[in-house]
């Protein structure tokens, strides 16, 4: 890494040809080009600052290289960089992510303080749960030792206090050829806490077996279902309460699904930790799946004045995306035949393939087949910490609406 390092700061930065197709995407904004879209055959180290040139030798900027990743440069700035200068304009752009957090984020010591390309910091990630932060590095440039300590660095300065986890992907450190390494603390001591939105108390476990953490992006959408919710509620694909321990503040019953176990009992810790604070009712935490049970429950003749469906990306890729609006009709469209008179359903999708327009044709055909009139009452995404860049489409992944039923 020492090798690297000095080679770096000494050698001019490699240039990198992109195709047309290339060039049209980044002076179209995007900050991605694919492997498929380099002109020559680049052989460069792992993670390396480059510039980048199209066809004609016209400098689009200064980008950040992944030699096994099929987005092979994401680019950083339109100016021409040095490695020297990599580092304050890495302070620089972490100074910003973090002021405009302070901005945002109300009602939460819990949110994602840099979202990738959204802050122009591509393939970095750091989320905070109270006073504790996690790190995650997406690209070999953000896994290079020296870029680590920057932004280790740059967040105790900003958060003095504040404990430091490295969270590990395997599936991404895999696909970006990076070794393994395990997830742990960089700084301070602590890999636990109990952080609050909106709030709603949540453990937070970031290195023990039952790794816990939260959608910090469903947190205005929390406070958003809460507002409406009322009765008795149905929150399926719970997870660790997200929905349900909001909803409990409000309605009469909460019953909250998860195919999973261990998320269920973190789930109902998470109740725990919150019964005390506030009077909420009882949540009713079954583990099931949720197709099932929907059907099950409605053959049963159950009705909801709530139901709450935030269900995994069943959208993967964009093969999958007629397969996945079959299952989100499947889904809605059980769950507003449940619904009782002036019922509200808040529905999401985290797919970045299903857009909202979709999402909305989907949500149509459900009513009509229902036999229900549905009035959508917010057209929701993800919270502002989780900002969306224009021209990265994939910043903006989830929707979340907001409907009532209206006869
Ligand atoms: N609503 C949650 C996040 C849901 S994430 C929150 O706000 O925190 C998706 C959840 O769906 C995961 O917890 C996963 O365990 C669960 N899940 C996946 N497939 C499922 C299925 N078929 N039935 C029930 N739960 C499922």
Redesign the pocket.
Known sequence: MLAFQEDALTEATPVVVVSRRGATRLRGGHLWVYRSDLVQPVDLPRGRLVHVHDERGRKLGSALYSSASQIAIRLLTSELLSEQQLPSLLRERIAAAVEFRRRVARDADSYRVIFSEADLLPGLIVDKYNDVLTVQALTQAFDRAELRQIVTESLVEHFPGCSLVERVDPNIRELEQLPERPSQVVHGERSNAIFTMNGVRFHFDGLGGQKTG??LD?RENYAAAARYAHGDALD?????G??ALHLARVCQSVTA????RP?LEVAEQNEQLNHAAHRSGEIEWIE????DLLKDYSAAGRQYDTIVL???AFAKTKRTVPTALRGYKELNLRALKMLRPAGILVTCSCSFHVGEAEFLDMLGWAAADAGRRVRILEKRGQSQDHPVLLNVPETAYLKCLIASLID
């Open positions: 939260a959608f469903q399926c694909f719970t997870y660790q997200g929905f699904v998860d195919s999973s998320a099931a799946n949720a197709f935030d269900p995994p």
